[in-house]
């Protein structure tokens, strides 16, 4: 029995396709786009035409459609609650009541329009990750702020922390497990009692995991010290980033394209 | 009063394309006062089959009986189990975590309810039994030294009062001298009625203390029984995955030049018949 099953955290599906090809910094900008592109959206009927777009996406870049949906599973939650509220504080035109609550013609739109605002904001942000890895994502965003570089932005220092902090997640995972089992033996109880006494059960995980983390954090500190590391000044890649004509197009493509959804939406 | 391991397997990631078969098939009798010693090499499963003993993990098939009690039963006797078995892990930053000696040996009997009159006393002499002074009882776990707070982990295991103690790698990473005086308390536990597993890749380790020897190869037994026998074992054929220790392999080449020295790992000895079949 594993304790913690690992989180699907912004999981990379590794695959040959047009989109994974793609330069890093096209998709971010893209998705930029994409989700302005969304959040302009006013009518609800118009996701029809988004959630046909998110198909014919899935399509290029040879992602299964299910792992691409799987990636809205944190937000369902938060997606219902919205519709929720907007469903019965919007007031308007009153469709259906019952006591003190009421649902409204313009609720039923906003709560549409919030709820699958939120969804496809997620889907389409989600793509981002399923189709680029860690490491090209965080070489793509240092590139991208480099010309802010020259007003004190540390471009490439907070690429470095993206790239280490995501390749440590799976370790520190492993950790806390080893931490709970030790506990575990020793007669810890993490599953009963009320909400304060589980949080106080979880002390002895906790300082552990966050000792161990500081422990981590130096000896990784020294070993990139052993080997001369200077921060981002002059340092050269292995695999520098090309802007080829095909990223000229699909960012073209994808502009286009959300520039009719809206235009499109605007006229009704 | 034993652990009985019967027919044993285990599984990881059951179902998925990650699965694999880290036991099969293994069993293995722990008495009370018996020092039984598992050894194999890294992947063979010794881990895997120590947090089998207190329920950590619960078996794919075949079955763990802890006093006739199987691991699979109830919560209530679940952490009786984990009373009874004291299970030690390899790395004492996985489990130091209190403000103080104190309240890191304190904090298993309070899991279990002891009284915490109990708990002084059992906690004086777990300390003492394990050479640390009461003055540490106030400093913070974390200022030990390496081999104080391995040994503190140990002290924090027995301060529950099991009936066993599974060891995961226990000298690894102390110098020969604490070593030592491990193994001298190790052995004096088992005088008193203990029962102790000891996970090890260290098979001189095993040959040198344990009663019996379980040898694990990639999650299979491919020897269950006392050191002399695996010895006899070993010198007819390789069992795999464990070669002789040093001394025996120097031992046997002396043999095949015609001395007549015994099979053992006490050099003293060796060094004295060695020297008789010189001189004579």
Same mark, same amino acid.
């Given at each position: 029995?594993?304790?913690?099953?690992?989180?699907?955290?912004?999981?990379?599906?590794p695959?040959?396709?047009?989109?994974?090809?793609?330069?890093?910094?096209?998709?971010?900008?893209?998705?930029?786009?994409?989700?302005?592109?969304?959040?302009?959206?006013?009518?609800?009927?118009?996701?029809?035409?988004?959630?046909g777009?998110?198909?014919?996406?899935?399509?290029?870049?040879?992602?299964?459609?299910?792992?691409?949906?799987?990636?809205?599973?944190?937000?369902?939650?938060?997606?219902?609650?919205?519709?929720?509220?907007?469903?019965?504080?919007?007031?308007?035109?009153?469709?259906?009541?019952?006591?003190?609550?009421?649902?409204?013609?313009?609720?039923?739109?906003?709560?549409?329009?919030?709820?699958?605002?939120?969804?496809?904001?997620?889907?389409?942000?989600?793509?981002?990750?399923?189709?680029t890895?860690?490491?090209?994502?965080?070489?793509?965003?240092?590139?991208?702020?480099?010309?802010?570089?020259?007003?004190?932005?540390?471009?490439?220092?907070?690429?470095?922390?993206?790239?280490?902090?995501?390749?440590?997640?799976?370790?520190?995972?492993?950790?806390?497990?080893?931490?709970?089992?030790?506990?575990?033996?020793?007669?810890?109880?993490?599953?009963?009692?009320?909400?304060?006494?589980?949080?106080?059960?979880?002390?002895?995980?906790?300082?552990?995991?966050?000792?161990?983390?500081?422990?981590?954090?130096?000896?990784l500190?020294?070993?990139?010290?052993?080997?001369?590391?200077?921060?981002?000044?002059?340092?050269?890649?292995?695999?520098?980033?090309?802007?080829?004509?095909?990223?000229?197009?699909?960012?073209?493509?994808?502009?286009?394209?959300?520039?009719?959804?809206?235009?499109?939406?605007?006229?009704? | 009063?034993?652990?009985?391991?019967?027919?044993?397997?285990?599984?990881?990631?059951?179902?998925?394309?990650?699965?694999?078969?880290?036991?099969?098939?293994?069993?293995?009798?722990?008495?009370?006062?018996?020092?039984?010693?598992?050894?194999?090499?890294?992947?063979?499963?010794?881990?895997?089959?120590?947090?089998h003993?207190?329920?950590?993990?619960?078996? +794919?098939?075949?079955?763990? =009986?802890? *006093?006739?009690?199987?691991?699979?039963?109830?919560? @209530?006797? %679940?952490?009786?189990? $984990? !009373?009874?078995?004291?299970?030690?892990?390899?790395?004492?930053?996985?489990?130091?975590?209190?403000?103080?000696?104190?309240?890191?040996?304190?904090?298993?009997?309070?899991n279990?309810?002891f009284?915490?009159?109990?708990?002084?006393?059992?906690?004086?002499k777990?300390?003492?039994l394990?050479?640390?002074?009461?003055?540490?009882?106030?400093?913070?776990?974390?200022?030990?030294?390496?081999?104080?707070?391995?040994?503190?982990?140990?002290? +924090?295991?027995?301060?529950? =009062?099991? *009936?066993?103690?599974?060891?995961?790698?226990?000298? @690894?990473? %102390?110098?020969?001298? $604490? !070593?030592?005086?491990?193994?001298?308390?190790?052995?004096?536990?088992?005088?008193?009625?203990?029962?102790?597993?000891?996970?090890?890749?260290?098979?001189?380790?095993?040959?040198?203390?344990?009663?019996?020897?379980?040898?694990?190869e990639?999650?299979?037994?491919?020897?269950?029984?006392?050191?002399?026998?695996?010895?006899?074992?070993?010198?007819?054929?390789?069992?795999?995955?464990?070669?002789?220790?040093?001394?025996?392999?120097?031992? +046997?080449?002396l043999?095949?030049?015609?001395?007549?020295?015994?099979?053992?790992?006490?050099?003293?000895? %060796?060094?004295?018949?060695?020297?008789?079949?010189?001189?004579?």
């Amino acid at each position: 029995m594993k304790f913690l099953n690992h989180l699907t955290l912004g999981q990379y599906v590794p695959a040959d396709s047009p989109v994974h090809r793609l330069d890093p910094r096209c998709k971010i900008l893209s998705v930029v786009v994409l989700l302005a592109g969304i959040f302009l959206m006013v009518h609800p009927v118009a996701f029809l035409a988004w959630g046909g777009l998110l198909l014919v996406l899935a399509r290029f870049s040879r992602v299964p459609f299910r792992v691409v949906l799987q990636g809205a599973r944190p937000v369902v939650m938060l997606v219902i609650f919205t519709a929720g509220i907007h469903l019965f504080l919007t007031k308007g035109v009153v469709l259906w009541e019952w006591g003190p609550v009421s649902v409204t013609r313009e609720g039923v739109t906003m709560a549409l329009r919030m709820g699958l605002r939120l969804f496809f904001l997620v889907l389409f942000a989600g793509f981002l990750t399923l189709t680029t890895s860690p490491m090209e994502l965080s070489d793509g965003l240092e590139s991208l702020f480099r010309p802010f570089q020259r007003f004190g932005f540390p471009a490439h220092e907070m690429a470095m922390m993206m790239t280490i902090s995501l390749r440590f997640i799976p370790t520190l995972f492993d950790e806390t497990d080893r931490i709970l089992r030790a506990q575990l033996a020793r007669g810890a109880d993490l599953e009963h009692g009320g909400l304060f006494r589980r949080l106080k059960a979880f002390i002895p995980v906790l300082v552990p995991l966050f000792v161990i983390v500081f422990q981590r954090a130096e000896d990784l500190a020294l070993a990139m010290e052993a080997r001369c590391y200077q921060g981002g000044s002059g340092r050269t890649r292995m695999n520098p980033l090309e802007w080829k004509k095909s990223d000229t197009f699909a960012i073209a493509g994808v502009i286009g394209i959300v520039a009719f959804f809206v235009l499109l939406d605007l006229k009704g | 009063m034993s652990i009985r391991v019967d027919s044993l397997c285990h599984v990881y990631h059951s179902g998925t394309p990650l699965e694999t078969q880290a036991l099969s098939g293994v069993d293995l009798l722990v008495e009370r006062g018996e020092w039984v010693a598992v050894v194999g090499q890294t992947g063979s499963g010794k881990s895997t089959l120590a947090q089998h003993l207190n329920a950590l993990l619960l078996p +794919s098939s075949g079955w763990v =009986k802890v *006093d006739n009690i199987p691991t699979t039963a109830g919560a @209530a006797e %679940l952490r009786e189990i $984990r !009373r009874k078995v004291g299970l030690v892990f390899q790395y004492p930053e996985h489990q130091l975590f209190a403000e103080s000696v104190r309240e890191e040996m304190a904090f298993g009997p309070r899991n279990w309810k002891f009284p915490e009159e109990e708990i002084e006393r059992s906690t004086w002499k777990a300390l003492d039994l394990l050479g640390l002074s009461q003055d540490l009882l106030d400093r913070s776990p974390l200022q030990l030294s390496g081999g104080q707070k391995r040994r503190l982990c140990i002290a +924090s295991v027995l301060v529950s =009062k099991p *009936d066993y103690l599974v060891l995961d790698e226990p000298t @690894a990473g %102390l110098d020969a001298n $604490r !070593r030592n005086e491990l193994l001298r308390i190790l052995k004096k536990l088992v005088e008193e009625g203990l029962g102790v597993v000891h996970v090890t890749h260290d098979l001189e380790l095993a040959l040198t203390m344990a009663d019996r020897i379980l040898v694990l190869e990639k999650g299979k037994a491919v020897f269950c029984g006392t050191p002399e026998s695996l010895l006899d074992e070993l010198l007819e054929r390789p069992v795999r995955g464990l070669c002789l220790p040093p001394l025996l392999e120097f031992v +046997s080449r002396l043999r095949s030049y015609g001395y007549s020295v015994p099979y053992t790992l006490d050099s003293e000895l %060796l060094a004295d018949c060695l020297e008789r079949e010189i001189r004579s």
